[in-house]
C-alpha cells in the first residue's frame, strides 16, 4: 500500500465520558481504508454512524485512542502542535454549514486570504491568490470585498471551497458538502467539486448520507454502521448490488425519483426487511 | 425555511457600519452621547478653566452667596464650589474609567482563556466569580483601605476586580458559543495557532457585548466611588462628587444647594451612561423597532402570474381543499416581499398531494396559509382557500383552532421541537384528547397507547411515560403522527416531515403514513424538497418556483414528461446515479469481515 496517499489503520476515537469514572464513548471503533492520490473515497452512513468524527480525527479535531492515520508514509495520529499546523497544507476541509463555516464579520477576501497570511505569503501574491481562487469557483472577482451574508447557501460553499484550495492542498475532507443546499445548487457545486479534481489532482474523502450523490462522486465507498465499517469496496459495486444487509438496506431506503422504479424498490426493501426479521427469528428460535 | 429571507436580511441590517452615526439619530443616543460629551470635555479641561484652585480655603467665602466672586458660592471650608465640581468632574470620569479598564482587562482576558481552553482556567475562574459575588465589595474595599490607605486609584481597581465577572460571565459565554462554530476549526485547519484564532474570530464575537458592558460599568464605578467618598472613606485630597455631597449632607441646614450641585452631577452623569447603553443595545443588536413604518403600506400584485403547467386529470367532484389565486406577504420597510404569488392547490379526498420546490419557493409559507399559521408579520392579501365547501380566509383564530387538530392536522418538520421537553409523551397526547375531544382521563390514555402501537413503537407504555428527550428522531416523528391522526381528520399537512429523518427511518415514516392514509381514509399534503418523497408516497403532485406554482398533475404525468423548464431543470439536477470509472490499478476490497453483522 505504498501508493496510498491516506492510510486509515484500525482507527478508534474516545470521547471521555460525562462525570466520575464514566465509560469514554467510542465513536469509532477500528476502521480501516485507504485513499490514493487524486482518488475520491466516499464515506456514507446515517447519524451517528461516526462519519464525521473518522474526518475530525484525519484533521485532528477529534481524540485518536487506537490506530493509525498514514499520510504520504507519516504517521499523523499524534504529530505535535507544530506538525499539525504545516500538515494544514496538505490536508483541507470543506464543512456541511456554509453559513457556519464562514465568519460573519470578515469579507470573503479576509476569509480567503487567512490560511496564506499564516505562511507570511506577501499581500499582494495572497490576493492576486485569492482572485485565482475565485475565479476557479466561478465567483466574480469583486466578491472579495463583500461580507458573507450578502452569499446564498451555494455560494458560500463556493468561497469555502475557495479557501480549502487556497495552499493546493493533496487531500480535501468534504463532510456532506452538498446537503444544506438546494437540489439545482447542490448539482452545480458537485460539478464543481468534480472539475477541480480534474484540474488539479486533489484527493477527496467525501462524507455523506445520500448514496446517490457519493455514488457518483466516489470511485471507491466506505460504508459506516454505528462506528464500523461493515462494507468497502468499488463505488459502483458498493452502491448498487451491497452484499452487507446494511447496506442494503440502506440503499432500498433511498427513495429514487422515479414513481415506478420506486415502487419495485418499495416492495424490494419491504421483502429484505421481512427476510431479515424471518432470520433474526431463526437465529433466536435455534 | 418557515421565514422568507427578505425579512430577515432587513431586519438585522449591517451592524457594522455606520454604528456611532446610527446611535447620534437614536433618539436616547443623540442626547446622551451629546451629554457625556459635554461632561467629559468639562473634566478634560477642568485643570485650565477652574477660576480657583479647588483645594484653597478662604475664611471670607465659608457658605458665601453664589454669583459673587464664586460662581456657585463657597462650600463649609470656604473653598469654591464651581471649581471643586469641574475637577471633581475629572476625577470622577477617571476613575470610572479606571475601574472600566481593570474589570474589563481581568475579565475579558480571562473570559477568552476560560472559553477557549476551558479546563483549569475555567474551574479557577468559575471559582473565583462565585467568590466575588458573594463578598460584600464595600466591606473588602474598606479593609483594604485599612492597609493600603487612601487613595481612590487604588479603591477603584480593586472595585474595577470585584466588578470583573460581569465581563468574564459574559465573554466566556460568548466565547463558548463561537467556540462551536465551523469558522473557528476552518480557521484551525487552515493552520492558525490559537492566539491569531483568538484575536481574529473569536475577539471579534465579543467585542459587541463587551462593548455593551462598557457604559454600565463606568456608571458603576462612578457610583461606587461617589458611595465611598460619601463615607468619607476616600482620599480627602481629591475632589470628587461623592466628597462634595458628603460636606453638603453634613450642612444641608446652612445651605442646601451644596448638596444640589454634585447630585447633579453625579445623577446626569449615571443617566446620560445608562441611556447610552441602552441605546447602543437597541443599535448593535437590532432591538430597535423604530425604523418600522407605523401605517401598513398598500400591497399589489405588481406582476403577472404565469398560468400554471396543469396535466389535467382532475375528476369534477368537489375537492377537499381548494387554494385559489392565493398572495402571501410580508411587510418589508416601506413595501411588501410577496412570498406566494397566484397560489393554486387542489387536494382530493384520500389523495396524497405533493408540494414540491426548493427554499424560497413558498412551499411552506402556502401550506402555513391553509392552516392559517403563517409566521409573524406574514398575511395572506388575496385569493381563497376553500376546505370542504368552507372559506378560510376570513376566519377568527378561534373558528381555525376548531378545524385545527380536529379535521386538519399537522405533523412538523423538526419532531424534537414540536414536543415539549418538560412534559411526558402521554401528557401530550392525551392533553388534547381530553380538552378538544372531551374524553375522560381513562380513555384518553387507553386511546393514546392505542395510537403509539399504531404507529409502531415497539414499547407504548414505556414512550408513554417517557420524556421527549428519551425517543429517537424517528420515534419522536411518530408521535407527533399519533397525535395528528388521533382526531381522524380529513386533511393531514406535513412539512418535509421526513427531512430530519435518516434514510432508513425516513422510508418507514412514509410507508406508516401510507398506511395510516389507507385506513382512515384522509388526505395528505406533503410538503417537500425530495422527488423521491413524492416518488414514493405522493398521487399528485404540484411544483412551486419562487412562489409561482409552475406545473402540476398526477405523479407519474409530471415525472415522465416534465414541461415547465424549472421543472426539467431540477429533474436535471437529481443525481443520476452514474457511477465513477475505478482509478486506474485500484482494485476492490470488497465485505469486510468485521464481525458487524448482529
Known amino acids: 500500500m505504498t501508493d496510498s496517499l491516506l492510510t486509515v489503520d484500525g482507527l478508534q476515537v474516545e470521547y471521555p465520558g460525562r462525570g466520575f469514572r464514566a465509560q469514554p464513548f467510542r465513536a469509532v471503533k477500528g476502521v480501516s481504508f485507504d485513499i490514493r492520490p487524486g482518488e475520491t473515497v466516499g464515506l456514507v452512513g446515517e447519524s451517528g454512524s461516526g462519519k464525521t468524527t473518522i474526518g475530525r480525527a484525519i484533521l485532528g479535531l477529534a481524540p485518536v485512542s487506537a490506530g493509525t492515520v498514514t499520510f504520504n508514509g507519516e504517521d499523523i495520529s499524534h504529530p505535535t502542535k507544530q506538525r499539525r499546523r504545516e500538515l494544514t497544507r496538505d490536508i483541507q476541509v470543506v464543512y456541511q454549514d456554509p453559513y457556519s463555516s464562514l465568519n460573519p464579520s470578515l469579507t470573503i477576501g479576509d476569509s ?14 495572497a490576493q492576486a491568490r ?28 463556493r468561497v469555502a471551497i475557495a479557501r480549502a484550495l487556497a495552499l493546493d492542498p493533496t487531500l480535501i475532507i468534504c463532510d456532506e458538502p452538498v446537503s444544506a443546499l438546494d437540489l439545482s445548487t447542490q448539482a452545480r457545486v458537485l460539478e464543481l467539486f468534480l472539475e477541480i479534481q480534474e484540474r488539479t489532482g486533489v484527493a477527496y474523502l467525501f462524507i455523506s448520507h445520500d448514496l446517490a450523490v457519493v455514488r457518483e462522486m466516489s470511485h471507491r465507498v466506505a460504508v459506516l454502521l454505528h462506528g464500523e465499517l461493515v462494507e468497502w469496496g468499488d463505488g459502483d459495486t458498493v452502491t448498487s448490488q451491497p452484499e452487507h444487509p446494511y447496506t442494503q438496506r440502506l440503499l432500498l431506503a433511498s427513495p429514487v425519483p422515479d414513481p415506478v422504479a420506486q415502487e419495485q424498490r418499495r416492495a424490494d426493501r419491504l421483502r429484505l426487511k421481512q427476510l431479515h426479521a424471518d432470520q433474526d427469528l431463526q437465529a433466536g428460535a435455534a | ?116 481552553y476551558g479546563g483549569f482556567v475555567d474551574a479557577v475562574g468559575a471559582w473565583f466569580t462565585a467568590l466575588t459575588m458573594s463578598l460584600p465589595s464595600i466591606i473588602v474595599l474598606i479593609a483594604a483601605r485599612a492597609v493600603i490607605g487612601p487613595s481612590m486609584w487604588w479603591t477603584m481597581a480593586i472595585f474595577g476586580i470585584f466588578i470583573s465577572p460581569v465581563y468574564y460571565r459574559v465573554v466566556y459565554n460568548s ?73 453638603g449632607f453634613y450642612n444641608i441646614t446652612r445651605s442646601a444647594t451644596l448638596v444640589l450641585w454634585p447630585a447633579l452631577a453625579l445623577g446626569l452623569t449615571t443617566v446620560a451612561l445608562t441611556l447610552l447603553g441602552t441605546a447602543l443595545r437597541d443599535e448593535l443588536e437590532g432591538t430597535s423597532e423604530r425604523r418600522r413604518s407605523r401605517k401598513a403600506p398598500a400591497w399589489s400584485l405588481d406582476e403577472d402570474v404565469p398560468a400554471v403547467v ?31 404569488k397566484g397560489g393554486r392547490l387542489t387536494v382530493r379526498r384520500g389523495e396524497t398531494h405533493g408540494l414540491i420546490g426548493e427554499s424560497g419557493s413558498g412551499k411552506t409559507q402556502t401550506a402555513f396559509s391553509v392552516l392559517g399559521l403563517l409566521p409573524k408579520g406574514g398575511k395572506v392579501m388575496a385569493g381563497s382557500i376553500v376546505f370542504d365547501g368552507q372559506e378560510l380566509t376570513g376566519l377568527s383564530d378561534a373558528q381555525m383552532n376548531r378545524l385545527r387538530g380536529t379535521r386538519i392536522a399537522y405533523v412538523p418538520q423538526e419532531p424534537m421541537s414540536n414536543l415539549d421537553p418538560s412534559f411526558t409523551v402521554g401528557h401530550q397526547l392525551t392533553e388534547p384528547l381530553v380538552k378538544a375531544a372531551g374524553l375522560s382521563r381513562k380513555e384518553a390514555k387507553e386511546r393514546a397507547l392505542a395510537l403509539l402501537a399504531r404507529v409502531g413503537i415497539p414499547d ?59 385506513e382512515l381514509g384522509m388526505a395528505i399534503l406533503i410538503v417537500t424538497h425530495n422527488f423521491g418523497v413524492v416518488a414514493d408516497i405522493c398521487d399528485r403532485v404540484s411544483v412551486m418556483q419562487k412562489g409561482v406554482m409552475v406545473e402540476t398533475g398526477a405523479t407519474a404525468d409530471v415525472f415522465d414528461d416534465p414541461r415547465h423548464p424549472y421543472t426539467r431543470a431540477l429533474f436535471e439536477a437529481i443525481p443520476k446515479g452514474a457511477p465513477r470509472a475505478p482509478l486506474a490499478g485500484v482494485t476492490s476490497a470488497g465485505l469486510l469481515g468485521t464481525g458487524a453483522l448482529k
Request: no cysteine.
Open chain 1, 112 to 125: 480567503l486570504t487567512e490560511p496564506m497570511i499564516v505562511r507570511k505569503t506577501p499581500k499582494r501574491e
Open chain 1, 130 to 157: 485569492v482572485r485565482e481562487l475565485l475565479d476557479m469557483v466561478r465567483l466574480p472577482s469583486d466578491a472579495a470585498d463583500r461580507m458573507p451574508r450578502e452569499f446564498s447557501g451555494g455560494q458560500r460553499q
Open chain 2, 1 to 116: 425555511m418557515s421565514t422568507p429571507t427578505t425579512t430577515a436580511s432587513s431586519a438585522t441590517g449591517a451592524p457594522r457600519r455606520g454604528v456611532l452615526r446610527r446611535l447620534l439619530v437614536h433618539p436616547l443616543g443623540g442626547v446622551s452621547m451629546i451629554v457625556l460629551a459635554v461632561i467629559v470635555v468639562v473634566g478634560v479641561i477642568a485643570p485650565w478653566i477652574a477660576p480657583h484652585d479647588p483645594t484653597e480655603t478662604s475664611l471670607s467665602m465659608i457658605f458665601a452667596e453664589p454669583g459673587g466672586e464664586y460662581l456657585l458660592g463657597g462650600d463649609s471650608a470656604g473653598r469654591d464650589i464651581w471649581s471643586r465640581l469641574l475637577i471633581a468632574t475629572a476625577f470622577s470620569l477617571a476613575g470610572g474609567l479606571l475601574v472600566m479598564a481593570v474589570a474589563s482587562l481581568v475579565g475579558v482576558t480571562a473570559g477568552l482563556i476560560a472559553g477557549y
Open chain 2, 175 to 247: 466565547v463558548r458559543a463561537v467556540r462551536g462554530e465551523l469558522y473557528v476549526d476552518a480557521a484551525r485547519t487552515s493552520g492558525l495557532g490559537d492566539g491569531r484564532i483568538i484575536g481574529r474570530h473569536v475577539l471579534l464575537a465579543v467585542r459587541a457585548p463587551v462593548i455593551l458592558l462598557m457604559s454600565g460599568v463606568i456608571a458603576a464605578g462612578i457610583g461606587m466611588q461617589a458611595g465611598f467618598d460619601f463615607l468619607g472613606l476616600g482620599d480627602p485630597t481629591i475632589p470628587t462628587w461623592g466628597q462634595m455631597l458628603n460636606e
Open chain 2, 310 to 340: 396543469d396535466h389535467g386529470g382532475e375528476d369534477a367532484s368537489e375537492p377537499l381543499l381548494a387554494v385559489r389565486d392565493l398572495a402571501v406577504a410580508y411587510q418589508a420597510g416601506d413595501g411588501y416581499a410577496t412570498v406566494v
Open chain 2, 460 to 518: 407504548p407504555e414505556r414512550a408513554f411515560g417517557s420524556y421527549p428527550h428519551q425517543l429517537s428522531g424517528g420515534m419522536a416523528q411518530r408521535v407527533l403522527i399519533a397525535g395528528a391522526v388521533a382526531s381522524h381528520p380529513d386533511l393531514l399537512i406535513a412539512d418535509e416531515p421526513t427531512t430530519a429523518l435518516d434514510v432508513t427511518v425516513q422510508a418507514e415514516v412514509l410507508d406508516l403514513l401510507r398506511d395510516l392514509q389507507e
